[in-house]
């Protein structure tokens, strides 16, 4: 199924395959966690400081950032039954519910939520717009929805984003990738946005419905 976003490449992949890929890579994913582990400690860090509340935390892969969470009720959400079973096995601080559930078909109720946190998981999905979509839907109205994700930017990293696809495809993410050209959040205001690399490359966006 190609991705119907302008910022991935055309790939050959589904959420079925992209299941299976971390299925098999959860025993040694630390190894990827290593260079995403300090951004996502960094941002739940800076929610907590949100006012109380419920937290829908899409792509919650092995979970090493949920002992950071302090303040809110989390649900943390994965594809992966692997990556789920590392992510029991963390020690939390605060109430933490995890389940195994596709970010692009929650089944949770409308207006569920007070914040999202979709970190490093929109390049990876087979439709951003979907899993926007419903991070909409099931956001209660002046909610927060949290962005982190490699954001391809115009200097030379942009060549590289775009010659690196090819072996991309095979870890199942889209190395061109613009958070930017997601259509959907055109639904949101956008009330943040910063780099968080001296390359601009990686970044958050922060968003409210």
């Not at 090493?64 to 963390?90: F, R, W």
């Not at 993410?173 to 009330?191: A, D, M, N, P, T």
Request: glycine letters at 4%; charged letters at 25%; aromatic letters at 12%.
């Amino acid at each position: 199924m190609p991705m119907t976003t302008k910022s991935s490449s055309q790939m050959p992949k589904t959420n079925s395959s992209i299941r299976s890929f971390y299925n098999r890579i959860a025993s040694i994913y630390k190894l990827i966690d290593f260079f995403l582990k300090k951004e996502k400690v960094r941002l739940v860090k800076e929610i907590s400081y949100e006012m109380k509340g419920c937290l829908l935390d899409i792509g919650i892969g092995s979970g090493t950032h949920l002992p950071y969470y302090q303040n809110h009720k989390v649900v943390g959400i994965d594809l992966s039954e692997n990556m789920l079973c590392k992510a029991k096995a963390i020690k939390t601080h605060t109430d933490v519910v995890l389940k195994q559930m596709d970010g692009e078909l929650l089944s949770f109720k409308d207006n569920s939520f007070d914040y999202i946190l979709i970190a490093h998981v929109l390049s990876v999905t087979t439709n951003p717009e979907k899993m926007i979509s419903e991070a909409e839907r099931v956001l209660k109205p002046n909610g927060k929805l949290y962005i982190l994700n490699h954001n391809t930017p115009n200097n030379i990293l942009k060549n590289i984003d775009k010659k690196f696809q090819f072996f991309a495809n095979w870890f199942c993410f889209s190395s061109y990738f613009k958070v930017i050209e997601i259509k959907r959040l055109k639904h949101f205001q956008l009330i943040n946005e910063r780099t968080l690399d001296q390359f601009n490359y990686t970044k958050l966006f922060v968003y409210q419905k």
